[in-house]
């Protein structure tokens, strides 16, 4: 490929245009009037000819870092005397990631690389490419010394590659790191009938309280097969008895009757208590998620140089949506994080104060239970489409004066990148790798195997099969803003009791504020 001459910006001016980058709001012209030089880098011929050190800024745990902390160390070890990796934790979430990373870029301080949700990366880029912190990717990509070839680009999931070119200007701005999703933690024993309402229909029925010690000792010692034949045997008693056993719902129309019929059961058999049979973790994944799966509008690129036009959702569908979901809430069919007044629905769950509970894939360990068995199941969804939320960082690059380190951010990301080390970093924290031929891995095929011994492990297992499943959302500057607003949507209408139109304007009001 014939490079062009690599032009630098300095990091006053950098730093500078970020800021005003951000309090702009002016319109956005993607494959048009983008004149800043330094968005689209020449990488260097060869390697600098003095080490140069590249940061890498996360917000991974101390448990979590061992995967990474190797590649890093054979990274440094290969490159000695050019580039050098430095690991470099932030926060301890991506919110605060994102706030720490804004802070130091506007006092100068620029790394090489960093973890990022896509709507961060948004706002690092800006709405106006002069000011953009990041530079667009293409040319690494394309280049015939370190980017991919063709069969490499192919071997990217679908998916996570798509969100890498879903910015509000053309062009790869982003690539996969490791990723997660959403799905179902259920309680298996209440569903094979220890729950409450045998409890109360069978309190001094000898077989029933024989069969529920069996399931407790089970518990006790981990021996999962010896668990799986003491419910079975719970549930098959119960079936035979009158008792009350359930199977696990598929769609949303499904999860609603279920919940109506665990609440009647329980009113059957004058269970107290409080009780929710479904609880989603997230606000706003629930309201964006249901919008795709009902084919509702939400947000688009499609009119981007129109800041206002970003956002669809205020409209009739969406009311009619909503009025229905917070009918079921307030039925108590189910309740959500903003409504349920302990920020996150798996405190619920793990207290068996729900039956199930609907979080991310990298949230496993928030949803163990010593007192039952957690499974896992498919997110029910509505409507005709089956789609899930896409959750889990991306990596985006930083321009630098040395467009050295932009090189070796670039060659580290390849590193962490490559299959059989992506395979070890996201398994280390239950997420997914991002390229096909990580799942044909040994190091994978085994993870999965052990499936049976701990939920970590279950989890990569169901989550196999969701990648053709996971949708991808416009970004641009206002995304994070209309997520927000989606947040807090619900319990403005349950809890303040906002009606849902004007809930619903509302947050069009904020979106629409925030862009213009």
Not at 126 to 147: C, H, M, P
Not at 431 to 452: A, G, L, N, Q
Request: with cysteine; net charge negative.
């Amino acid at each position: 490929m014939k490079k062009k001459m690599f032009c630098t910006l300095s990091l006053l001016a950098l730093v500078g245009g970020f800021a005003a980058g951000l309090a702009s709001c002016g319109p956005v012209t993607p494959g048009g009037s983008e004149t800043n030089p330094d968005v689209d880098p020449i990488i260097p011929e060869g390697d600098p000819t003095s080490e140069v050190t590249i940061s890498f800024w996360h917000c991974m745990g101390h448990d979590r870092t061992d995967a990474v902390e190797k590649i890093v160390k054979e990274f440094n070890e290969k490159w000695k005397g050019k580039y050098k990796v430095e690991l470099s934790k932030l926060s301890g979430d991506y919110d605060s990631l994102d706030d720490t990373v804004r802070t130091r870029l506007q006092s100068g301080e620029v790394p090489g690389l960093t973890m990022a949700y896509p709507d961060s990366i948004a706002q690092y880029i800006s709405n106006d490419i002069e000011y953009s912190a990041v530079f667009r990717l293409n040319n690494y990509i394309n280049d015939d010394e370190v980017g991919y070839t063709q069969e490499e680009l192919d071997d990217f999931v679908d998916q996570y590659w798509a969100e890498g070119n879903s910015y509000h200007y053309s062009g790869t701005w982003s690539m996969p790191f490791y990723k997660s999703t959403e799905i179902m933690y259920y309680n298996d024993n209440y569903f094979h009938g220890d729950n409450a309402q045998n409890d109360a229909k069978f309190a001094s029925n000898s077989t029933y309280n024989t069969l529920k010690a069996a399931i407790t000792t089970a518990q006790s010692t981990g021996d999962y097969d010896t668990m799986t034949t003491a419910l079975e045997n719970l549930k098959s008693w119960a079936q035979e008895n009158g008792g009350y056993t359930y199977e696990v719902p598929t769609t949303w129309d499904e999860a609603v009757s279920l919940g109506r019929q665990m609440i009647a059961d329980r009113k059957a058999e004058n269970c107290g208590g409080t009780f929710f049979p479904l609880g989603y973790d997230s606000d706003a994944n629930f309201i964006i998620s249901q919008l795709a799966q009902r084919g509702l509008a939400y947000t688009t690129n499609d009119n981007i140089n129109e800041p206002t036009d970003h956002f669809v959702f205020n409209n009739q569908n969406t009311i009619d949506f909503l009025t229905e979901v917070t009918a079921l809430i307030k039925e108590g069919v189910f309740v959500t994080g903003e409504t349920s007044g302990v920020s996150y629905t798996n405190t619920l769950f793990t207290a068996k104060e729900t039956a199930m509970t609907i979080g991310s894939t990298g949230g496993s360990s928030y949803n163990v239970s010593s007192n039952f068995r957690v499974s896992l199941a498919e997110v029910p969804y509505a409507g005709e489409n089956q789609l899930y939320i896409q959750q889990g960082p991306s990596i985006c690059f930083f321009i630098q004066n040395d467009p050295y380190v932009q090189k070796g951010a670039w060659l580290f990301y390849k590193a962490m990148a490559e299959t059989e080390a992506n395979t070890e970093l996201a398994l280390e924290s239950s997420y997914d790798p991002v390229r096909d031929s990580c799942y044909e891995t040994k190091t994978y095929t085994d993870w999965i195997s052990k499936y049976k011994e701990d939920l970590i492990y279950d989890i990569p297992n169901h989550t196999k099969d969701f990648r053709d499943k996971l949708m991808v959302s416009e970004v641009f500057i206002g995304s994070d803003v209309a997520r927000d607003q989606m947040d807090t949507l619900i319990s403005q209408i349950v809890s303040s009791n906002v009606p849902v139109a004007t809930a619903v304007n509302n947050a069009y009001m904020a979106c629409e504020a925030a862009v213009i």
